[in-house]
């Protein structure tokens, strides 16, 4: 399979889309001021301990407190309190956790307020990102993941991903980790450490202690509510989990970035250096790989498939409900089980790829078209099956009920994809009223003057239609160079494909919009 990486850098966000045989499957939106990131690690401190739902409230700064159960505090949470208590007490100089004799773990069937005090600082790690009116949920059961391995503070365990079959490679991987790894701290091998050199595993190793090191070091100059460390960029954080050898391109359209991801692959991957590519060409990089047209044909209420079915996704506050359409797809000369078996296993495939394109969670329920015999209900349950295995979340999906329903959850860390796809009517932008077409010159041309004779702007670039530039740029005496003799300054013109027919923006030399 050819997976390509396509990463849209702008100042406000990073838009990451992971193509599949050219096909988009991911599409994952990075704020730049993003403060509350799955990993993140934070002291907080305990705003309300709720014995009912044995549970508590911690404050990590955020508008609506987080929320931590009794069964997310891990085993080791006293070990966790007692450390965290000696370095904010700042009477160690540096606490090296090697040496630290460890308490004994909780009871799994424990009450909170028995762990747990009101205005206690502890250190928790973000679970699940806020998520509508929901403060994120967070845990103590700390762990950091490199690219091979997962480091877990306080723990002596070591485990092996079930992925890795070969009995011989997972006792080889065991005994290798249980050697090399320090006293205290636990290990998850991850499906990527198969076959991999003890040098590679033992710097990650050190790597991921350090990170524990550098963040604990922290703590007696924090005050809580206050982040101690960040998970690594969404852009790094989709290299470390997914990155193989089917990956060929990785294309960035910003410098920096492009700088950053060639960095962090040297560390994790130093022979797939060859595959970033800094692109820079005329069209954006969206339009140019087909991101766009994807993207406006993939959301939406109704999601077309080439054969001519059609899915129509519902959500409501508790499930998302897909249902599924034959549409004009028919033929004669199959039996309607034949047909409904065909359309069924169509439509199993773009509801995987839709689950994973809009990171859809919790409960799903897809309404196929009714089947009768058990033997093709079968079939669709494992082609569902095979589709989602490519979803990197946790997930689960039972057989096909008597009524056609297939129930599916899945793993939810942060806010559904939702892009708006729908584009304000380009006559009136959806106001129901229309100014006069006659005079957008006039009004484009005053803001010119505006720009250049007040604000002494000395690069103008104004993105237009593809129907408004041409009317701009055709001719040997444009209007453009009609503007170039009435203000002595070049105004340069973009044709954006995106645009709907009247639309039009001004940029500065550094790519901004200029507001109006």
């Not at 998520?131 to 002596?156: D, H, Q």
């Not at 499906?191 to 070091?217: F, G, H, I, P, Y």
């Not at 109704?302 to 129509?312: C, E, M, N, T």
């Not at 990171?359 to 799903?364: E, K, R, S, T, V």
Request: one cysteine or more; hydrophobic letters at 40%; charged letters at 25%.
């Amino acid at each position: 399979m050819n997976k390509e990486l396509i990463i849209d850098s702008k100042p406000s966000e990073v838009t990451i889309a992971l193509l599949e045989d050219k096909r988009l499957v991911e599409l994952n939106k990075e704020k730049t001021n993003n403060s509350y990131a799955v990993g993140d690690v934070y002291l907080g401190k305990v705003k309300k301990i709720m014995p009912g739902l044995n549970a508590a409230f911690i404050n990590v700064g955020h508008d609506k407190d987080a929320f931590l159960h009794y069964l997310d505090l891990g085993p080791q949470i006293k070990s966790l309190n007692k450390f965290t208590k000696l370095n904010l007490s700042g009477k160690v100089h540096h606490l090296s956790i090697d040496k630290f004799n460890l308490e004994e773990d909780i009871d799994k069937t424990g009450k909170i307020s028995s762990v747990l005090s009101l205005n206690q600082q502890i250190v928790v790690q973000i679970a699940k990102e806020p998520i509508s009116t929901k403060g994120p949920r967070v845990s103590s059961e700390i762990s950091f993941a490199g690219r091979y391995l997962v480091m877990v503070p306080f723990s002596n365990r070591v485990s092996i991903s079930q992925k890795i079959k070969n009995s011989d490679e997972r006792n080889r991987l065991k005994r290798l980790i249980t050697s090399i790894k320090p006293k205290n701290i636990g290990v998850i091998i991850r499906t990527v450490a198969q076959n991999k050199k003890v040098a590679d595993l033992d710097q990650e190793l050190k790597s991921l202690v350090r990170k524990w090191e550098v963040s604990m070091k922290k703590l007696p100059k924090a005050k809580a509510p206050q982040k101690i460390i960040s998970e690594i960029d969404r852009t790094s954080v989709i290299l470390r989990d997914m990155l193989n050898d089917s990956f060929n391109n990785i294309y960035v359209n910003n410098h920096v970035l492009y700088e950053d991801v060639k960095s962090y692959l040297q560390k994790i991957a130093p022979e797939k250096l060859d595959i970033v590519k800094l692109y820079n060409g005329k069209n954006t990089i969206f339009e140019q790989f087909n991101v766009d047209k994807q993207i406006k044909s993939s959301f939406g209420k109704i999601v077309s498939i080439k054969s001519g079915a059609y899915l129509i996704i519902e959500h409501t506050e508790a499930l998302h409900v897909i249902d599924i359409n034959s549409g004009h797809r028919i033929k004669a000369q199959d039996s309607q089980e034949t047909q409904a078996l065909g359309v069924n296993i169509e439509a199993a495939i773009e509801v995987a790829r839709q689950l994973r394109l809009r990171d859809m969670g919790g409960i799903i329920v897809v309404d196929f078209i009714d089947m009768h015999e058990s033997v093709n209900r079968k079939a669709l349950h494992q082609k569902m099956k095979e589709e989602m295995a490519k979803d990197n979340a946790k997930h689960s999906i039972l057989p096909p009920s008597k009524f056609g329903l297939v129930q599916i959850t899945r793993q939810r860390v942060r806010p559904e994809m939702n892009v708006q796809i729908l584009e304000k009517c380009p006559v009136c932008d959806g106001t129901g009223e229309i100014k006069p077409s006659i005079i957008l010159i006039d009004e484009i041309e005053n803001n010119i003057r505006y720009l250049i004779q007040d604000q002494n702007e000395r690069y103008i670039n104004i993105a237009t239609h593809p129907y408004l530039f041409a009317y701009l740029t055709t001719g040997i005496f444009s209007i453009k160079l009609k503007w170039f003799f009435k203000f002595r300054k070049w105004i340069r013109l973009k044709s954006m494909n995106s645009y709907h027919f009247l639309e039009y923006h001004f940029f500065n030399k550094n790519g901004d919009e200029i507001k109006m």
